[in-house]
């Protein structure tokens, strides 16, 4: 019964978050620039139809640049906006754990990044008839693809709860989604050891495998275990936040 109310608790929060971004107009402008930017990235800058292969890893390859946009403006008004609206003390007097709050605002945003990338399926869909495209290689890059969105909505909403204004939320979730993408092309440069660092915690190599059709359990453990522990350490600052 107890996990029943929990869950119950969960999912009416994460109904208002997606109740609440339904009338925001930056959900649309997002989605738009998402879209926008793969196909561009695909057909124009990657030159698809030059390729003459089958493989849409060049596709697939732009959604870590792409989120460093749209992930900060999904997470950036989660914890910043109360605490900006003073609405934070309301919501901490509710009958509701830290975790059921940061599950509620994770579950909403991560919907939402489903149904972002739902919409591109239209992408690799017009293509079947130029040439083969294995399903399986498909759906590992669009499980990549949601492991990534994952990891990175959970860093967002860590430094939504650390930061005092949406602003800085948003600048602070791009410029570390922003460095996890470009750290991979500076290891190369980097001693052993440290290259090796740097692509660890790069979000972007451990979705390179993903992006290739491949499902490394490696990678698939990293992206839970980042998403787990980020909110985790949101569901500290939450505590902190309230008894402060």
Known sequence: MKANAKINRTLALTRKELLSWFYS?????????FLVFLCVWFYYLRHFFAMDSANLRPFFSSFPFAFIAVIPVLTMKAWAEERKLMSEDILFSLPFSEWELVMGKFLSCLLLVLAIL?????VPLSLLPLGFFDPGVIF???AGAVLLGAASLALGLFLSGLSKSQGAAFLGTAAILFLTVIVTGLSPYMPPGMGAFLNYISLSFHFESFSRGLMDSRDLTFFLLTTGLFLFLNTRVLIFRKLS
């Open 25 to 33: 107009p930056a959900l649309y402008g997002i989605t738009a620039f």
């Open 118 to 122: 739902v919409l591109t399926l239209p």
């Open 140 to 142: 590992a890059e669009y």
